[in-house]
């Protein structure tokens, strides 16, 4: 069921959340909507919902015309962040709601309940209460309550963000697989951008109520279109107005064209990678990022004077931080860095 | 209540109304004004409109002819001297159910809020019992001011106690602590670290209790009785107007025993507020 | 901890306790003592009379109509102050304090002067035939005023507490709002609004001064529990009025009994 964004934007009182904000989400996709706080993410979501409605613009779901439609009969799977569970009711229950909402027969439902249950791994805690629950597994029965009654689309809103890192990386790669096997068109809000990079097909990232670029997760890392996109979807050095990611810091010992003097001003080990930090001559620091054994290689030290050439760059205009070069600068624009 | 643009998206915005449709909401709320104008405003209104029937010499002759005038000053000091006495004595008894422990604290806190519960006619027959005519250990103080005190002190018990509670069970042990470990005496710490915190809370069950008492009929009936220039409270005065069919004088005191009520909870609510914005 | 010095940490236990015990716990143990004095038999006739057994009769179908009127209002205004928004929430906040602020005899006053036959409404009324004052359907009306607060009270930070992403979801499943309502809302606030319907109740059973002045006190025909008692004691059925009394402590204290259980159910 694909979904079409035309143009919406909304406002709450003098704070403007969603501005002109159009996209495609196609029939079937994993996108994901990435964003820091106070972006327009949510409300965009919830627009797409029908739990808000737009100043202007329309929502069309499978081509059809919603924006007037109540969240109530769009026909939406809906996965709140604190898990909105039915407090008073079993899993089963909440699981059943929306299937007794539509008076399907009895058995229908629990047979319907068991496989969903079976599918988010909740087997067993059927007539357990959601307080019984630990988070992650309060979040599967939500999904599964927004499943049971087929929706044309999923939207999860910040679904991991309540819970502890470990179960959201374990939810995270969960998700990714229930999609394989469900295939039901999935948005998912989050600000973590290493969640939108491992889970999603199609981010789309935000900032003050704008789309700043959608796409493959693959291409907004490498082909950022604006300065933003580039620094929050991945750590990112400014050499002037180079915008030089840590992995594609060269170091070298002896100086070549387009390399400057630094001195490691730190070694960190993170495992199989080093985190470099260097200072250069003009009292800037930037860091890179290599391999154990990339440093083992060179033989690096705390306070060794080394030289650094960024492989890779972009730059970006500096009016409006869109990018006005292309990937790979010419040795002259590494020379002026 | 926008978020600020830093703000978490989650936070502020109005949600949708619970009934989505405009309408929905519209006739939920004129059902709700019309309920309340008619059991609630049309009285109040019918009350203020009498008062002024006689125009303002009726109205000043209500509140100001000796026996009103006299009434008036009696229920003011009454009820001050109780919200004095519910003051410490609440606060102590708050203190006692928070920081101490006892067999059978359970259920004295339950027992605090029976002056809530309890129909005011059977306060009064409560006290008549113990300290009245037939008193098993000989106090009688039926039909006197002090019984009044005495009545007005059992129905205002819980304003105080149960205002002060939670804030108590909320104090900062740790700033005690500090205090103590600084060299303030108990009563120092009391004094500059805790009573502040409770200050609001005091203030609020105060005007509350101040409120009702000044209202109070039921409990003083048998106990105290409304004599003249003795124990004639506001309300039972303007119970004897309604009897002797002066109804524009009953309106008027009612109209000025209802403005004080008013005025000192909305006085003492400001200073709660600003109580709180001071209470650190 | 403080105060703990163990003389101020005894003082001020005896203090509190010597308070409540002297103003509230032996006054109550008393009136037990005055009603069973002359025997059960006799306590069991003096309320058995058709006047007192009236009277208590009138209190409880007062109560019973009065308080559904009240619950229903209460949830639904509680509703709509926190699940909508519209400007005048501080005057309808302020209107439904108002019954805390009045003297019940003012009360009584201020509905004898719209529904009595001089009031307000009194032509119409007696055009109609319809009877307010000295009747049933005043002190009804007296006992709705004085208890309007109570379960809106109880109710507003209920619903500000559960928040509204339950009922979200619920829509979004395709749950409409009166679904919503009943399958949501209503079983996350029943104890809240058990709370409030219970002490509303107690109020209305307790109610003296209004009812005093709207219902005439004609013994056997509208005189409440409360007035029953006040009227034996002037007429020195002392037993009379301390049964009377202890009937109404008994269910004073089953009350606040509910109300405990209903406050941790709460939580």
């Given amino acids: ?214 796409g493959p997760p693959r291409e907004l890392y490498e082909h950022p279109k604006s300065e933003f996109v580039m620094g929050f979807v991945g750590a990112v050095n400014r050499l002037g107005s180079l915008f030089v990611r840590p992995h594609d810091v060269e170091i070298l010992h002896h100086p070549k064209p387009g390399a400057d003097e630094a001195m490691i001003e730190h070694l960190v080990h993170l495992g199989f990678e080093v985190r470099v930090e260097l200072v250069l001559a003009g009292g800037d620091g930037l860091w890179a990022q290599i391999t154990q054994a990339e440093a083992e290689q060179l033989e690096l030290q705390k306070g060794q004077i080394v030289y650094v050439r960024p492989s890779r760059g972009r730059v970006f205009d500096r009016d409006d931080g869109r990018p006005s070069g292309d990937d790979t600068p010419s040795t002259e624009e590494l020379q002026a860095a | 209540m926008s978020s600020a643009a830093t703000g978490t998206s989650s936070a502020a915005p109005p949600r949708p109304a619970y009934w989505p449709r405009l309408g929905g909401a519209a006739l939920g709320r004129g059902l709700v004004v019309g309920y309340l104008s008619i059991i609630v405003l049309l009285p109040i209104a019918a009350l203020v409109v009498q008062s002024t029937d006689g125009g303002w010499s009726a109205f000043w002759n209500a509140i100001s002819n000796p026996e009103a005038w006299w009434s008036l000053r009696w229920t003011l000091i009454a009820s001050l001297i109780v919200v004095v006495i519910n003051v410490f004595a609440g606060t102590a008894i708050a203190w006692v159910l928070v920081r101490d422990r006892f067999p059978g604290k359970a259920a004295l806190n339950g027992v605090i809020d029976l002056p809530f519960a309890l129909p005011t006619i059977v306060a009064g027959v409560t006290l008549l019992a113990l300290y009245g005519p037939n008193s098993p250990v000989g106090i009688d103080a039926a039909f006197t001011k002090v019984a009044v005190v005495m009545a007005l002190a059992f129905v205002t018990l819980p304003f105080v106690v149960r205002a002060v509670q939670p804030v108590l069970m909320e104090v900062d042990v740790e700033a005690e602590e500090a205090a103590a470990s600084l060299g303030a005496s108990p009563f120092t710490t009391f004094r500059r670290v805790i009573l502040p915190s409770l200050l609001p809370a005091i203030l609020s069950g105060s005007a509350l209790a101040f409120a009702r008492a000044i209202g109070e009929f039921g409990s003083l009936v048998l106990f105290a009785a409304f004599i003249p220039f003795k124990t004639e409270v506001m309300s039972g005065l303007i119970f004897s107007q309604i009897g002797t069919g002066n109804l524009t004088g009953a309106a008027a005191q009612s109209v000025v025993l209802l403005a004080i009520a008013l005025v000192v909870l909305l006085v003492f609510g400001r200073l709660t507020k600003w109580s709180l914005r001071h209470a650190g | 901890m403080l105060a703990s010095g163990r003389l101020s940490r005894w003082g001020l236990r005896s203090f509190a306790l010597g308070y409540l015990g002297l103003l509230l716990l032996i006054p109550l143990g008393m009136i037990f003592f005055r009603a069973f004095e002359h025997g059960l038999g006799t306590a069991f006739d003096s309320i058995t009379t058709p006047d007192a057994l009236h009277a208590f009769y009138l209190t409880g179908l007062v109560t019973l109509i009065a308080i559904p009127f009240n619950t229903i209002f209460g949830v639904g205004c509680a509703l709509l102050l926190v699940r909508t928004e519209f400007r005048g929430k501080a005057l309808i906040n302020a209107i439904i304090d108002l019954p805390f602020a009045i003297s019940p005899v003012v009360i009584g006053l201020s509905l004898l002067l719209v529904y009595s036959e001089t009031g307000w409404f009194g032509d119409w009324l007696n055009a109609n035939g319809f009877q307010i004052i000295f009747a049933l359907p005043g002190i009804v009306l007296a006992t709705i005023f004085v208890t309007v607060p109570f379960v809106v009270r109880e109710v507003v930070p209920v619903l500000h507490e559960i928040g509204d992403e339950q009922e979200q979801a619920a829509r979004t499943l395709g749950a409409n709002s009166w679904q919503t309502f009943r399958r949501i809302t209503l079983p996350a606030i029943r104890w809240g609004v058990s709370y409030g319907v219970v002490i509303a109740t107690a109020r209305a059973l307790g109610e003296f001064g209004a009812v005093a002045v709207v219902s005439g006190r004609i013994a056997g025909q509208t005189q409440t529990a409360t007035i029953w008692i006040q009227e034996a004691f002037s007429r020195y059925d002392y037993t009379g009025a301390y049964v009377g009394a202890v009937v109404l402590a008994a269910i004073a204290v089953s009350i606040l009994v509910a109300m405990n259980v209903f406050k941790r159910k709460e939580a």
């Fill in chain 1, 1 to 214: 069921m694909s979904i079409i964004v035309e143009s919406a934007s909304k406002r709450f009182g003098d704070f403007v959340a969603v501005d002109d904000v159009s996209l495609t989400v196609p029939d079937g996709s994993l996108t994901a909507i990435l964003g820091p706080s106070g972006s327009g993410k949510s409300t965009l979501l919830r627009i797409i919902a029908g739990l808000e409605t737009p100043d202007s613009g329309r929502i069309l779901i499978q081509g059809n015309d919603a924006t007037s439609i109540p969240a109530q009969h769009r026909d939406v799977g809906f996965v709140f962040q604190h898990y909105a569970a039915f407090k008073h009711m079993t899993v089963h229950n909440n699981v059943a709601f929306g299937l007794k909402i539509r008076k399907r027969d009895k058995d229908e439902i629990d047979q319907r309940v068991r496989e969903l249950l079976a599918l988010v791994h909740l087997d067993g805690l059927a007539d357990r209460y959601p307080s019984q629950l630990s988070g992650g597994q309060r979040q599967r029965m939500a999904l599964a309550r927004a499943l049971a009654v087929e929706p044309k689309v999923l939207l999860l809103d910040e679904p991991f963000g309540a819970l502890d890192a470990q179960v959201r990386k374990e939810l995270r790669a969960w998700l990714r697989r229930l999609h394989d096997e469900v295939h039901v068109t999935t948005i998912f809000v989050t600000h973590d951008q290493e969640e939108a990079m491992e889970v999603a097909e199609q981010i789309v990232v935000m900032n003050v109520g704008q789309v700043e670029q959608a």
